[in-house]
Structure formats: structure tokens, C-alpha cells
């Protein structure tokens, strides 16, 4: 709770409480001699002083701890209640008017001057109480509401210790701003609890010599920072800006002051970089600032001294020595002189320092010398737009191993020799498909078609090759794999062109694509048994008729694909059944075949070789009638009758 808001409680819980106390006091003293029950008031004023007196701890502790006002309020109350109900019980019911009527017989004046000055002594006692209430903060609202009190307070007496004491930094501040004598000032940072209060209270004091006190002695840092801005005494800047053992402190005390002595002084003893900073912002004097940016251990003290360098030959030395780009960074940026450029751009480890000195380079010696020399791509490729010489560009387009570079300067034109090597020895695929752009021979161009292992490449090679001369690199190729583009490859015509492809081109679809459009048998027949790619063998299979291959397919190929292609195919019922029996073998629980083959059985009444060789077939099973094959040969399946299919 604030202290406002406590204060504000207690003068009300003694309006409520005291009232009834002071009056009976006051019967107690202008009718000493009253009825004979005066004794009982006597008593019962000595009972009454008691109880309130002992109640007062109860009252301060729920006042302290209260959740919200409406609670305080309950409190006084109840206590107010008690109050008048010993009043009454003292006095007696009847004689409450008699009271009054006494009173007025014997002087009001008497009786409302002691009634005002008890009622008043214990106000200010309960005032005093409320300082050493335990403090405890309310939620916002009851904040708003001591921030509007303390604003418009009549008794303005008590601000300078709501600013000293009060719990709430808002209710402080709006003490402080409603105070207007020095002395609460200086109360205020004497015996302050609360930094943001004495702050307040420092920056509106005017004495100088009070503020000089403070910024030196006081023990608060934040006080000592406010009061420094305030001085005006620049022999107590200086002592403080190389006395007090605070680093911020120091720095406020190093921005106002002007002797420079002092300020070098500073700038190379101060054991903090951002006082020697704030010094070195501060110095005039040339010889000091290039001897602070040449031995200084800190960049960023340095960085301040080289803001302020004019001379050119500390800059030159820090340009070229210093070892942090961000000094070195900056002192080029001060620095005009050719040489020296060319000098940093051609010696400094730093790429970025490099690249922002090529922009101010006019030495076409050095621009060439960087394009084929710096070892940053970015700078290369930067000062290679700059290079005009044919010469220097291709020695840089056939050497640099950044092709992002060699890319950009086949994009600007070389001779048709030097494109042909590029488009087919570099070993970007973007700068080939660059050169093969601007190559011009068709026949280089059909043979990058087939052998480039880059598909954009390919592609762009036989769209400007022409399909002759892709026909007749085909035709003449000794390679064993080629990569034809497929956009290519489908608009063939040629069947001895198809007949390549189909043999050694590295697509599958392309090999597939001609093997569809081939009808040469004898070379469909060698396609289905010996071709490298399974798919292309399948479907020469499915085009060819040969018994005699396809039997061979069958009987001899180990690759079950081809077996069942082939046996699909056959119409040599015996073959077929073979080579369902030899995929059956393999997979028995194949139902496909196994449907295949029982009905191949069925419909052709197989020779009894056959049935002897092969298989025993059992018509009808005679609790199913189902029909089932059993093979002799399947006796590691555990004599299993395998079933075929209901018939």
C-alpha cells in the first residue's frame, strides 16, 4: 500500500474512531462534578483509552496487509462500532442528549475548543503511526489513485516523505515534481530510500556547490551520472572524470570538459575503452589523435581517433598496418592518393576492404592485375567488367576455377576456337551450355549432343545441330553409351539410327522408344536375348514371334521377367508349360501362373510325358471339388497340395 493511501485511512479511521473518545473526555473536563455516575465515565474513559490503544497494532497490521481499500475501510468500521457502543454503555442511553444539553449550559466555546484540540492530537498521532506501517504495494489502480492524491494534496508538508519513502517510483515521482523548495531537495538525497527519487530531486537543484558535492561523494551511481550533467565547474569535471571509480561516471565528466590536456591525459590512462572513447571524441590536437590511433590496444578507441585524423601519413601507416579492417576500413575512406589505393587493394587480407577500394581505382594495370590475381571471386568477377583486353580474358576464362566468372565472360564473346574447347572441356555444365550457345559447327555440335553428360547441354547442342549431322555422329560413333536428348530421339526416323540408340544410348525410354519402332526381326530377336537393358529386352520379346528364341528365352535366361515375357508370348503349349512350371518353381505361391498353368493342363490334355515329368493331376478333390496340382518337385514345401483356383 502507498504511504499516501495509508495516510489518507488513518485520518479517516480518526474521524470515525476519536470522535466519541474526545467528546467523552471533554464531558470528563467541563463536568467534573456531574451526575453520580461521573465516576463510571472516569472509568470507563480509562477502559476506552485502553481498548482503542491496544486495537491500533490490529488496525495498523490490516491496514498494511489490506487486499484492497473496501477491507481497510471494514476494519475502521467495525472499530468505529465498538467505539460508540462503550460510549453509549458509559453514559447511559438516556443521558446522550443530557450530554449536549450540559455542555451547552456550561459554554460551547470550552467544550469544542478541547473536543477540536484532542480530536486534532490524535490525527497527527495516527498520521505518524501510518510511517511505520509495514509498506505494501496495491494493484494499478490504487497506484492511479495515490498518483492523483499526491498531485493534488493540500499538505504539502508531507511530500518530501512520500518522495523519500513511498514504495510506488510513480507516487515518488509525483512528489518530487509537486516540491519547489531546495532544502526537501537536498532532504530527499539525504535520507532517500529510492534512487529514481534522489535522481528527480538532483535534477532540479540549482547550487552548485551542493551538485558538486553529490557528483563526487554520493554513493549512488545513477545520482553521481545526473548530478555531472549538472556542474558547471569544469575543475570538478576533471576530477571527477579521472577520480571516481565508476566507468559511466567518468565518461559523463569526460564529455564536458574542453582542457584538453586532461582530456589526452584521459584518453591514454583510462583503464575503461568507453572513457578513453568519449576523451578522444573530445581532442583537437593532430599529434595526439595519430599517436592514440597507432599505439592505442583497443579498435574501437582507435576507430574514434581515425573519425578525427587529418594527416595523411598517419593515415597511409594505419591504412596498411593496422591490424583490424574496421580501423583500416576507415582510414582508406580518408585517403585519395592513387598509390597508396593501389598499394592497400593489391596488399590488404581483407575482401571487403578490397572490394571498396576497387570502386575508387582508375589504374587499368591494377584492374587487370586483380581480375586475374585476386583471390576472391567476387572482386575478380567485379574488376573483370572493367577488363577490355581479349588476352587477359581468355587466359582468365580457361584458368579461374570460379565458374561463375568464366560464365560471365563467354557470355561476352570469344572466338569460335576458344568456344569449342570450353564447350567441351569445362567442367561447369552452365558455362558449356553458354559456349554451345554461340558455337556455330554443326558436327561439334551433334557430337556434344551425344557424348556431353549434361542434359540441358544436349538438348540446347541437337537443337542447333541439325538432324543430318545428328544422324551421321550416330551413325559414325564408336562410343558404347551415348545420350541422346529424348525430344531428339522421338522424332527418328532412321531404323539404322533406331538400331543404335536402341544398343547403347543411356535412356531407357530412348532404347524402349526404338525398340517400338523397329521392325527388323533378326535384329529384335538378338534385342531379346542379348540387349543390356531388361525393359528393352521385354519388349522385343512381346514383338517377336520366334518360337525357337523365345524356347531359348525360356529354358536358358536366368531372369524371371524375361521367362515370363517369353512364355506369355510362345505358343508351343509344351514351352509354356515349362516356363509357367520354372516361375511357379520359383514363386509357388504365384496364383496367376498357377491359374495359368491349371488351365493350360485342362484345356490341352497334356501328353503323359508330360504329366510324368512334371505333374500328377488329380480331377476333383472329393471334399471340395476343387482342383489342385501337386509337382513332385515342390517336396521342400512340405508336401503341400498347392491350390490352384476353384474350376
Given at each position: 500500500m502507498t504511504t499516501t493511501i495509508k495516510i489518507i485511512l488513518w485520518l479517516l479511521c480518526a474521524m470515525i474512531v476519536f470522535v466519541p473518545f474526545g467528546t467523552l473526555v471533554a464531558m470528563n473536563i467541563i463536568y467534573p462534578e456531574g451526575p453520580e455516575y461521573h465516576l463510571l465515565f472516569r472509568v470507563m474513559t480509562i477502559i476506552y483509552f485502553i481498548a482503542v490503544f491496544l486495537l491500533i497494532p490490529f488496525i495498523s497490521f490490516r491496514i498494511g496487509e489490506a487486499e484492497d481499500i473496501a477491507e481497510a475501510f471494514t476494519c475502521c468500521f467495525f472499530l468505529s462500532f465498538f467505539s460508540l457502543l462503550i460510549l453509549l454503555w458509559g453514559v447511559g442511553w438516556k443521558n446522550i442528549w443530557g450530554i449536549f444539553s450540559l455542555a451547552a449550559h456550561t459554554g460551547w466555546s470550552r467544550f469544542w475548543f478541547y473536543l477540536v484540540f484532542g480530536f486534532s492530537w490524535l490525527c497527527s498521532s495516527a498520521a505518524c503511526l501510518s510511517?511505520?506501517?509495514?509498506?505494501?504495494?496495491?494493484?494499478?489502480?490504487?497506484?492511479?489513485?495515490?498518483?492523483?492524491?499526491?498531485?493534488?494534496?493540500?499538505?504539502?508538508?508531507?511530500?518530501?516523505?512520500?518522495?523519500?519513502?513511498?514504495?510506488?517510483?510513480?507516487?515518488?515521482?509525483?512528489?518530487?515534481?509537486?516540491?519547489?523548495?531546495?532544502?526537501?531537495?537536498?532532504?530527499?538525497?539525504?535520507?532517500?530510500?529510492?534512487?529514481?527519487?534522489?535522481?528527480?530531486?538532483?535534477?532540479?537543484?540549482?547550487?552548485?556547490?551542493?551538485?558538486?558535492?553529490?557528483?563526487?561523494?554520493?554513493?549512488?551511481?545513477?545520482?553521481?551520472?545526473?548530478?555531472?550533467?549538472?556542474?558547471?565547474?569544469?575543475?570538478?569535471?576533471?576530477?571527477?572524470?579521472?577520480?571516481?571509480?565508476?566507468?559511466?561516471?567518468?565518461?559523463?565528466?569526460?564529455?564536458?570538459?574542453?582542457?584538453?590536456?586532461?582530456?589526452?591525459?584521459?584518453?591514454?590512462?583510462?583503464?575503461?575503452?568507453?572513457?578513453?572513447?568519449?576523451?578522444?571524441?573530445?581532442?583537437?590536437?593532430?599529434?595526439?589523435?595519430?599517436?592514440?590511433?597507432?599505439?592505442?590496444?583497443?579498435?574501437?578507441?582507435?576507430?574514434?581517433?581515425?573519425?578525427?585524423?587529418?594527416?595523411?601519413e598517419a593515415l597511409t601507416e594505419i591504412a596498411l598496418q593496422d591490424e583490424s579492417a574496421a580501423v583500416r576500413k576507415l582510414a582508406i575512406q580518408k585517403i585519395d592518393d592513387p598509390e597508396i589505393l593501389a598499394k592497400v587493394i593489391m596488399q590488404d587480407p581483407d575482401d571487403r576492404i578490397r572490394d571498396i577500394t576497387l570502386d575508387r581505382i582508375d589504374d587499368q594495370e591494377v584492374v587487370d592485375w586483380l581480375a586475374e590475381n585476386d583471390p576472391s571471386p567476387v572482386i575478380r568477377e567485379k574488376a573483370i567488367d572493367q577488363v577490355q583486353d581479349k588476352k587477359i580474358l581468355s587466359r582468365i576464362v580457361i584458368h579461374d576455377d570460379f565458374p561463375g566468372i568464366r560464365k560471365s565472360i563467354v557470355i561476352r564473346g570469344l572466338s569460335q576456337t576458344l568456344l569449342k574447347n570450353i564447350a567441351v572441356t569445362d567442367s561447369s555444365p552452365e558455362v558449356r551450355l553458354e559456349a554451345v550457345k554461340q558455337i556455330k559447327d554443326k558436327k561439334l555440335l551433334a557430337h556434344i549432343s551425344i557424348e556431353d553428360n549434361d542434359q540441358k547441354v544436349r538438348n540446347e547442342a541437337a537443337l542447333k545441330a541439325g538432324t543430318e549431322e545428328m544422324e551421321s555422329v550416330i551413325l559414325h560413333s564408336k562410343s558404347s553409351s551415348l545420350h541422346v536428348p529424348v525430344s531428339w530421339a522421338k522424332q527418328v526416323s532412321n531404323e539404322a539410327v533406331l538400331k543404335i540408340l536402341a544398343e547403347r544410348d543411356t535412356s531407357t525410354d530412348i532404347r524402349i522408344d526404338s525398340i517400338r519402332r523397329i521392325d527388323d526381326l533378326s535384329f529384335l530377336n538378338q534385342t531379346a536375348l542379348s540387349n543390356s537393358c531388361a525393359p528393352a529386352r521385354i519388349e522385343a520379346i512381346e514383338k517377336i514371334d520366334d518360337a525357337a528364341v523365345l524356347r531359348r528365352i525360356i529354358l536358358q535366361d536366368q531372369n524371371l521377367n524375361m521367362v515370363r515375357a517369353a512364355a506369355d508370348r510362345i505358343g508351343d503349349p509344351d514351352a509354356k508349360v515349362i516356363g509357367y512350371e520354372k516361375l511357379l518353381k520359383a514363386d509357388p505361391y504365384e496364383s496367376r501362373i498357377a491359374g495359368k498353368l491349371r488351365d493350360l493342363y485342362l484345356e490341352t490334355k497334356i501328353s503323359h510325358r508330360l504329366r510324368e515329368e512334371h505333374s500328377d493331376i488329380h480331377e476333383e478333390d472329393e471334399n471340395s471339388g476343387s482342383y489342385y496340382c501337386c509337382y513332385e518337385d515342390y517336396a521342400d514345401h512340405d508336401d503341400t497340395a498347392y491350390y490352384v483356383e476353384s474350376y
Open positions: 510511517f511505520i506501517i509495514f509498506p505494501y504495494s496495491f494493484d494499478d489502480a490504487a497506484e492511479e489513485i495515490a498518483c492523483n492524491i499526491t498531485e493534488h494534496m493540500v499538505f504539502t508538508g508531507l511530500l518530501p516523505g512520500i518522495a523519500e519513502h513511498d514504495v510506488s517510483g510513480k507516487v515518488r515521482r509525483a512528489a518530487v515534481d509537486r516540491i519547489d523548495k531546495e532544502s526537501d531537495f537536498h532532504h530527499i538525497l539525504l535520507w532517500g530510500e529510492y534512487d529514481d527519487s534522489r535522481v528527480e530531486a538532483v535534477s532540479k537543484i540549482k547550487d552548485q556547490e551542493v551538485l558538486s558535492h553529490f557528483a563526487e561523494n554520493d554513493e549512488s551511481v545513477k545520482v553521481r551520472k545526473k548530478a555531472v550533467l549538472r556542474v558547471s565547474d569544469e575543475f570538478v569535471l576533471c576530477r571527477i572524470a579521472e577520480g571516481d571509480k565508476n566507468s559511466d561516471v567518468r565518461a559523463k565528466a569526460a564529455e564536458r570538459i574542453s582542457d584538453q590536456s586532461v582530456l589526452e591525459r584521459i584518453a591514454k590512462t583510462d583503464n575503461a575503452k568507453e572513457v578513453r572513447q568519449t576523451a578522444v571524441r573530445k581532442i583537437e590536437n593532430q599529434k595526439a589523435l595519430a599517436a592514440i590511433a597507432q599505439t592505442e590496444t583497443e579498435p574501437s578507441v582507435r576507430i574514434e581517433a581515425v573519425r578525427k585524423l587529418q594527416l595523411t
